[in-house]
């Protein structure tokens, strides 16, 4: 559920964005709405390269860096729905926070299934549940690419609140992800993530062994983060 409400965001924005831009103003040439969709890309990432490498680091919080990255996003769609039409800019500027939002979703849910599902069945298990997130979780692109937008031609027609239903539906499914993340949190509190046949080295206890997963592991040597104030 996580991966469906970013993943519909995202293949929505690709599929679409020039028409919601064409929709701010709708003065823009063919050349213009190509020039204009690019940013949106490369907001997306600058946020995979500065957030990913420091929610590796602290992957024990990985809800929190998704939900931070989905709410960028709902506040760049409610911008985008809500701006003054006499503030096109403004409204462009939603865009490019939802480009910047969606950066950092879909590596940190791909990476955190990795982290659960390799410590408890190994590859195996990374493989089948990686195609199972990917494969249901891709339900989200079908949504916003026949229901929405062009596909709902009463919420297309020109005017005020042209795309207006579209953007809130957008909204709503990532609230969703949004609940699925702490719903995920919640249960590897309660339920733990302790591996299926755990064997424990001579004199070691369970308590005693501290999972930490490669990407972690590898910002603490390469990035220097163990030698934060926090890490002393």
Known sequence: MMYFGVVG?????????????????????????????????????????????????????????????????????????FAPHSQPWARYGGLLMVGFGLGPTVPICMTWTNEIFQRRHGEVGVAAASALVSGLGNLGSITTTYALYTGWPEDAKKGPHQYRKSNLTMIGILCLSILSSFVMMALLKFVGNSPSNMILS??????????????ARREVQQRGFGKMWWSK
Not at 68 to 75: G, L, T
Not at 202 to 215: N, R
């Open 9 to 81: 965001v995202g293949i929505g924005t690709q599929l679409y964005a020039s028409v919601i831009i064409s929709g701010i103003n709708s003065g823009f040439s063919d050349i213009d709405l190509s020039l204009l969709t690019a940013p949106i890309w490369i907001m997306d990432l600058i946020a995979i390269l500065i957030v990913t490498p420091i929610s590796d680091r602290f992957h024990r919080h990985r809800a929190v860096f998704f939900s931070a990255a989905v709410c960028i996003q709902i506040v760049g769609l409610l911008t985008t729905t």
């Open 202 to 215: 001579s004199g070691s206890s369970a308590e005693e062994e501290v999972f930490q997963d490669g990407a």
